[in-house]
């Protein structure tokens, strides 16, 4: 099952002073759109205002035809989003399989509804092969991709119609995000719909659609993957036409708005 | 020697249960309830109540207080600590403070300050193979082990159970799971209440009710979770029953009341070498 999310402007932030303004974006059913940006330009914000972690200051969020905006996260969760965050991604102290069990009981509940719980593992695992020797392991004792793997297959493990992912390369070496990004690319392929920000901007965009380019904490342009990586002047993208006042306020946003990512 | 043992080992079973209350709602909201002993107080009190009040029997009353224990401990949770989650553990402990005093002098305040005792017919010993014991003794242990089975089962082996112990582990990773955390802090503070007035019972069956039961019980309480390993529930059961046994095997050499001294000499011995508790092991943070 896919969905589409639509954010109509969205605005959040940290005690009561907004690191997002006014943000609107529409992932149809079945795409994929990757936000890129500068440090400090909200993106981790927006991703925990969509998953319910943040609560909205104003806008709407509709996830299919259902407004999800005034759901908490577990809610939210339950009606479809899958989210996984840049750290802290797992329970450490769980194995590995308690926390693929833990995706599928906190959406289907302990009860065998349709498709089993046992064949969704059996599918998650095929798509992420690295983990299935360890799934006695302490997801904590994992090594950093093998539990971003452990991460994102354990919210795969609810069958999300909409995938939410934070940075999911960070801290990963070359090797293992691209390795990462081929696993992403066979996800999209089960036809999940996917949110995500990355910092490593050309790695993110080749799974995605479309681009968003978020500074500030606004969307500053939004158009095909394809067309952004071949442009050659995402640096002027990234910090503003009018280079001195933006690169100005760029360093503010870093200093005032930094978010924990 | 053998009935020495025996003893330590109904003591420390004695111990376990509210041991393990402490250390069950330790592990899922990380602050350390020092109200533990005053919850046992007042569950043993509800089941008084019932049994006194009403004229219930004995087992009844046990299962009602029980019930009653437990919804007390979440009222609790949703008048006071729901509204510090957010705070430090070290607040939220002061805060359990007051909440023991409190509950402490609420008891006072309807039972008064004499004690009391539950109306049971008294019954003879029995002896087995030499030993001496009681039939409060036979009922501590068997109700402190089911309780203890039960408790393993459910965390082991049930969802509910590896709900709380996600929780424990990453409460905001844990909503964005679908898992209502407020419902599982909710169930786990049932649980802790309802082990404490089953504690609370035994205690006052075994001797009697006073508004100071709880607080002759909150360092030992602390002492067997700590030795066991805080942040494990389980491990505080086997911490419980080692430090039972200890104190029970000292008054072979020293006088019964350095009991307490020599179980304070093997836990501050202890936290030197282990502070994660014997069975414990170091969590993992990150």
């Known amino acids: 099952m896919t969905q589409a999310l639509q954010l109509e402007g969205i605005s959040a932030g940290y005690h009561g002073k907004p690191i997002i303004h006014d943000v609107s974006l529409n992932i149809p059913a079945g795409g994929a759109v990757t936000v890129i940006g500068p440090n400090g330009s909200g993106k981790s914000t927006l991703l925990k205002a969509v998953v319910g972690l943040l609560p909205l200051s104003s806008g709407s969020l509709a996830l299919g035809t259902r407004q999800i905006g005034a759901f908490d996260a577990p809610t939210r969760t339950r009606l479809g989003l899958g989210y996984v965050p840049q750290e802290h991604n797992v329970f450490p102290n769980l194995s590995v399989l308690d926390n693929l069990k833990l995706g599928w009981e906190g959406v289907h509940g302990s009860r ?30 994992l090594s950093g991709g093998q539990r971003q793997m452990a991460a994102m297959a354990a919210a795969l493990m609810q069958r999300p119609s909409v995938l939410v992912l934070d940075e999911p390369s960070a801290g990963l070496s070359p090797r293992n995000a691209s390795l990462l990004f081929e696993r992403i690319a066979d996800v999209r392929r089960t036809g999940v719909t996917l949110l995500m920000i990355e910092q490593n901007v050309r790695l993110g965009l080749t799974v995605a659609d479309h681009g968003v380019v978020l500074v500030n904490g ?20 990234f910090f503003g036409h009018e280079r001195s006042e933006s690169l100005d306020a760029a360093a503010d946003a870093t200093t005032h708005a930094t978010t924990p990512a | 020697m053998i009935q ?22 330790f592990s899922v909201l990380r602050f350390a309830n020092f109200a533990i002993g005053a919850m046992l107080t007042a569950g043993a009190y509800i089941v008084y109540a019932f049994n006194a009040g009403l004229g219930w029997q004995l087992l009844p009353s046990a299962i009602a207080g029980t019930v009653l224990g ?35 002098n609420a008891v006072r305040f309807i039972a008064g300050n ?5 109306e049971v017919d008294p019954a003879r010993p029995l002896r087995v193979a030499g030993l001496r014991i009681n039939h409060e003794q036979l009922l501590i242990a068997a109700i402190s082990l089911a309780a203890l089975l039960a408790i393993w089962i459910l965390l082991r082996w049930t969802p509910l159970g590896r709900a709380m112990r996600a929780v424990a582990d990453n409460p905001s990773l844990a909503a964005a799971r679908g898992i209502a955390g407020n419902r599982v802090i909710a169930i786990t503070w049932f649980i802790s209440g309802a082990l404490a007035t089953a504690a609370g019972t035994l205690i006052g069956l075994d001797a009697t009710l006073d508004p100071q039961m709880g607080w002759n019980y909150v360092i030992q309480v602390f002492a067997a979770a700590i030795l066991g390993g805080i942040a494990h529930p389980i491990a505080a059961v086997f911490g419980a029953l080692a430090l039972g046994i200890i104190a029970e095997l000292s008054t072979l050499i020293l006088p019964p009341h350095y009991r307490p001294l020599v179980a304070f000499a093997v836990l501050t011995g202890l936290l030197l070498v282990r502070p994660w508790g014997i069975f414990g092991t170091a969590r993992i943070a990150k």
């Open chain 1, 218 to 237: 606004q969307v500053r342009d939004q158009r095909s993957a394809r067309s952004l990586l071949e442009d050659d002047d995402l640096p002027r993208l």
């Open chain 2, 4 to 25: 020495t043992l025996f003893n330590g080992v109904v003591t420390g079973l004695l111990v376990a249960l509210p041991a393990l209350a402490l250390a069950l709602t």
């Open chain 2, 70 to 104: 437990g919804l007390l401990a979440v009222a609790i949770d949703a008048l006071v600590y729901r509204r510090l989650r957010d705070r430090t553990g070290v607040t939220l402990l002061v805060a359990s403070m007051g909440v023991a005093f409190v509950l402490e």
């Open chain 1, 112 to 141: 065998p509804r349709g498709l089993s719980q046992r064949e969704q593992l059996d599918a998650v695992l095929a798509l992420f092969p690295e983990i299935a020797s360890r799934l006695r392991t302490p997801a904590g004792l």
């Open chain 2, 114 to 118: 004499a004690p009391v005792g539950y």
